[in-house]
Structure formats: structure tokens, C-alpha cells
């Protein structure tokens, strides 16, 4: 039955089949992307930490530029 | 506070940059390869007409066992196909091809790779050209007869619709590299040109802003090209053997980065910011104006061992497999914002230290 539906980009279908969890399916290749996204979503978060502490620099220095 | 900036402090785009990288890295690395063929093992590797041999057939992602019904066939060329006599599957991934060559020898060309096609309903259809060699006239033994023909043209195949990245025999799963290395230089060209477009607005209206956004970026572009050679590198490394070539395309791109990270020791080397924004701006635009056939036009008229030129199928353009461009095109917008995000963070620091530093003299 050749497949025509999406299932085969939705993996977890076939893990169901395997007697083994989600991460270790399919030849461990989540636990690969799973630290792969930690490392971008830290880079995420440090990037934005910088973005907030320049925009409060910003309004402070808006605030100074006003009241002086 | 510049109006024109307004738009840098809104996040909308940012998150969007980042939620569309995480959905290429979840859906790139994930989506399985289509059913291929790894290998083909014979203790001939060059046939004649009238022969018998049988293929070993290793195949990637394949389910041979799953209906038994596996059929192959060796491609000549357009109109000449020979069906396989006897099939033997020993299990999902491996089966036995025997062929018999018909007695028929050709007049032209000595030597041709036959190329292998299998097919089954769970797979579809998998190629692998030159699995065998074929020498076309042949001394043939006159007596030799056997029933087989070369038919003319496969059956109708019905194709695997579900979405699965092409299996190609030298790139095996590195082809998910599209995603990054190709779409990381494809980010940097656009970058580049809003770089060049402040460049050349500086250029016109003496306006400082405009200076320091063109070297936001430009430092975001030089990023993702350094990034570019280095993924490259190690994609050549494990495909071609090598973490270097001689290479058209490599070098150019080698040598348009040397062109840009002059731009970069300029800046720094100039202590008058208003002479340094003319020189830099003048030097952005001729850097631009070298990128281009430098990585672009030259290498396509060489022949180049690295995809999109000189003969080479693309992995962009026409050649790119639809499949491919479901993640193609995301990571692209994905890195273009990024790399913005990246600039104007760059771009405000600096108006930053400005301010600082005319309140420090005032």
C-alpha cells in the first residue's frame, strides 16, 4: 500500500511499533536533535538577554536626553 | 532614538526567525531518506553479451521483504532494459538480482554502465547508475542462444508520495546539509546586499546611521560566510574525501572572503569615523561587485566537482527536489533573520557607545 498521507513526517506512528521509547527510536536521531535545539534555544535566550539589556539602555539614555 | 529603527525593537520577526530554524532542525534531521540502493556487489565487473551474472544488491531504507515482489532491471539506455530472471530477497535490505544478457551485441561505444533499477510497492522505484559494466561488441560465440531480450520501455511504476529527502549514493544523509551550508551562504548574499544598499546610501547622504548599519551587516554576512567554508569543509570531508580541493568554487568563495575581511581590518585601522565610513562604503561596494562572479558566474563556467556547476546537478533552482525545498526555503528565511537580529543588535550597541562617548567629551 504505497502511503500517501503525511504519517511518514510525523514519526512517532512508528515508534509505537518498535518495543523501545521515543528518543531511542529510529536510530537515536532525536536525542541528536533534541541537543542540537538546546544549544540553539541557549544561543536564542543569550541573544535576547543582550536585546533587553540594550533596549533598557536606550530608554535610559532617552529618559536623560529628556529631563537634561 | 531614530524613527527608522522602530522596527528593531519589535520581536514578531525575531521569533520568527527562530521558530522557523527550529522547525528545519526538527523536520531537516528527522524526515527519513527515500529507499535507495547502498550497493551492488558482483564477482564480474564487466559483462558481455550472452553472459550470466548475478547482482548483490544493498539496499538503504528498503523493505525487500515486506511483499516479496521485488523487481529489477538494468537500464542501457533509453529504449534497452533487461528484467531480471530470478530475484532471491534475503531480507529487508539485501537481495540477489540474477541477470542473463541477451546475445545480441551493439556496434557502437565499447565499454557502458548498465544502470540498476529496483522497484517494489513499499519502495518505489530506486536507481543506481553504473552498477555493472557492459562491453557492447562482444566476440561472441555464435551458438550461444538464450531467451532473453531487452524490452524496450519499464512498465508503469507507481511512485511513493509521502515525504522522504532523494537518496543520493555519495551524500547518504549528509544531503540534509542543504539546510544549513547552502542556505548559510544564500543568507549571507542578502545580507550582504542590504549592506551594500546602506553602503551606497551613505554614500549619497553623509548620514552616519547609515555607515553603521551597513558594518552590522556586513560583520553578520562575513559570520555565516566564515560558516559557510567551515560546514562545507566538513561536508567535503566525509563526500569527497578531502577537507579541501582545488576547487573553482572553493577557492573563489575562499578569495571573496579574504576581499571582505580586508573590509573589516580597514574599518579598524581608521580612526576618523567620517573618513572611515567613506572608505568603507566605497570598499562594501567593490567587494559586492567582486562577489558576484567570483562565486557566481566564474565557477559555472569551469568544470567544478562541487554542485551547480560546470555540469554537476544543483541542489537549487530546477534540480532542487520538492521535498528538500520544504526546509530549503524556511532555513534561508530563517537565517536572513537571524542574521538581522544579529546586525541590529550590533547596529544599537554602537549607537550606544556613540552617545557615550560625545556625553564623556560634552
Redesign the interface.
Known amino acids: 500500500?504505497?502511503?500517501?498521507?503525511?504519517?511518514?513526517?510525523l514519526?512517532i506512528i512508528f515508534t509505537l511499533a518498535q518495543d523501545i521509547d521515543f528518543m531511542r527510536s529510529?536510530g537515536k536521531?532525536?536525542t541528536?536533535?533534541a541537543g542540537?535545539?538546546v544549544i540553539?534555544?541557549g544561543i536564542?535566550i543569550y541573544?535576547?538577554r543582550?536585546?533587553n539589556k540594550?533596549?533598557h539602555?536606550?530608554i535610559q539614555?532617552?529618559d536623560e536626553h529628556k529631563t537634561s | 532614538?531614530d524613527k527608522r529603527d522602530k522596527w528593531m525593537?519589535k520581536s514578531y520577526w525575531?521569533v520568527l526567525g527562530?521558530v522557523l530554524?527550529?522547525y528545519v532542525?526538527?523536520?531537516g534531521?528527522?524526515?527519513?531518506l527515500k529507499p535507495g540502493i547502498a550497493n551492488v556487489t558482483s564477482e564480474k565487473s564487466l559483462v558481455y553479451a550472452g553472459q550470466s551474472f548475478t547482482l548483490g544488491v544493498e539496499g538503504y531504507n528498503t523493505h525487500f521483504k515486506v511483499d516479496g515482489k521485488i523487481q529489477a532491471w538494468l537500464k542501457l539506455d533509453s529504449s534497452h532494459f533487461l528484467k531480471a530472471k530470478n530475484v532471491e530477497v534475503i531480507n529487508d535490505n539485501t537481495a540477489n538480482l540474477s541477470f542473463t544478457l541477451p546475445t545480441i551485441s551493439f556496434e557502437s561505444k565499447a565499454i557502458e554502465g548498465l544502470t540498476l533499477i529496483t522497484y517494489n510497492?513499499?519502495d518505489?522505484t530506486a536507481i543506481l547508475p553504473d552498477a555493472i559494466s557492459f562491453s557492447k561488441p562482444s566476440k561472441l560465440d555464435s551458438n550461444i542462444t538464450n531467451d532473453a531480450i531487452w524490452v524496450s520501455s519499464l512498465p508503469i511504476f507507481?511512485?511513493?508520495?509521502?515525504?522522504?529527502f532523494p537518496y543520493r549514493n555519495i551524500l547518504n544523509e549528509t544531503i540534509r546539509n542543504t539546510f544549513f551550508h547552502v542556505a548559510l551562504w544564500l543568507a549571507m548574499v542578502i545580507i550582504l546586499l542590504a549592506g551594500l544598499y546602506h553602503a551606497i546610501l551613505y554614500l549619497k547622504t553623509r548620514d552616519l546611521r547609515h555607515d553603521k548599519l551597513s558594518a552590522a551587516y556586513n560583520t553578520s554576512a562575513i559570520l555565516y560566510g566564515i560558516l559557510g567554508l567551515v560546514t562545507g569543509s566538513v561536508w567535503a570531508k566525509y563526500t569527497w574525501g578531502t577537507w579541501w580541493t582545488t576547487d573553482v568554487k572553493l577557492n573563489m568563495a575562499a578569495i571573496a572572503m579574504l576581499i571582505y575581511l580586508a573590509y573589516f581590518i580597514l574599518r579598524g585601522s581608521n580612526t576618523d569615523f567620517d573618513k572611515r565610513a567613506r572608505i568603507s562604503a566605497a570598499y562594501s561596494i567593490f567587494s559586492f561587485a567582486a562577489l558576484i562572479p567570483l562565486i557566481f558566474i566564474i565557477p559555472r563556467m569551469t568544470a567544478s566537482l562541487h554542485p551547480g556547476n560546470g555540469g554537476n546537478p544543483a541542489l537549487g533552482g530546477e534540480d532542487l527536489d520538492h521535498t528538500l525545498r520544504l526546509f530549503f526555503y524556511p532555513s534561508i528565511i530563517s537565517f536572513i533573520l537571524l542574521g538581522v537580529?544579529?546586525a541590529t543588535?550590533n547596529y544599537?550597541?554602537e549607537v550606544?557607545n556613540e552617545?557615550q562617548q560625545l556625553k564623556s567629551q560634552n
Open positions: 500500500m504505497i502511503n500517501t498521507k503525511l504519517t511518514t513526517f514519526p529510529t536521531i532525536y541528536v536533535i542540537i535545539l540553539f534555544i536564542v541573544l535576547r543582550i536585546d540594550i533596549t539602555l536606550e539614555i532617552k | 532614538m525593537h525575531k527562530v530554524f527550529v532542525i526538527i523536520g534531521l528527522s524526515t527519513p510497492e513499499k518505489g507507481t511512485q511513493n508520495t509521502s515525504i522522504m537580529w544579529m543588535l544599537r550597541t550606544l552617545k
